[in-house]
Structures are given as C-alpha cells and as structure tokens.
C-alpha cells in the first residue's frame, strides 16, 4: 500500500513533502511500528535527542574548520544554520 505525502501514518507522524531538497522523506516501516508505540513524550525526547546530536557535530565540524574561531563564534555560526539564517 503506497502511503501519499499527504496522509498521516498515525496523529503525531506525517510524511512530507520537503520543498527545501525536493524529495520526498519517508520512515521506514519498521521505525514507524516503533515510533508508534512511543508516548509523544518519548518521540519528543528521541527527537531533541537528535536534534541534540546535529548540533554537537556541527559545532565540532565547525570548529574543525575553523581553529581560529572562539566558541561565542562557533555557536553564533551553528545557530545560524540551524535556523537556516533566521537567528
């Protein structure tokens, strides 16, 4: 059964379209039955988790490429493209 963009898999996970890459993103069948039996809380906190771990390898690729940069500029760097320019 193919799942279009626009339908939910359950009420908190939705596959979308991303305009951005111009692909479609979609979860895997397994990670899905798994992720619906997480609590939203639990889904938040894999989700942060995440986000958290992007944030830390971007900070130290950064920093990688930049030694001569303190941290201030670094995080100033990293929050920018985490907010895609709007920080």
């Given at each position: 059964?193919?799942?279009?963009?626009?339908?939910?898999?359950?009420?908190?996970?939705?596959?979308?379209r991303?305009?951005?890459?111009?692909?479609?993103e979609?979860?895997?069948?397994?990670?899905c039955?798994?992720?619906?039996?997480k609590?939203?809380?639990?889904?938040?906190?894999?989700?942060?988790g995440?986000?958290?771990?992007?944030?830390?390898?971007?900070?130290?690729?950064?920093?990688?490429?930049?030694?001569?940069?303190?941290?201030?500029?670094?995080?100033?760097?990293?929050?920018?493209r985490?907010?895609?320019?709007?920080?």
């Amino acid at each position: 059964m193919a799942i279009k963009s626009d339908e939910f898999i359950d009420s908190s996970i939705k596959i979308r379209r991303s305009t951005e890459f111009g692909h479609l993103e979609v979860v895997d069948d397994v990670m899905c039955e798994i992720l619906k039996q997480k609590s939203p809380l639990e889904r938040l906190k894999i989700a942060f988790g995440l986000w958290r771990s992007a944030r830390k390898q971007l900070f130290y690729y950064l920093r990688s490429l930049h030694p001569d940069w303190d941290e201030k500029r670094i995080n100033s760097e990293v929050i920018k493209r985490i907010s895609h320019g709007a920080a």
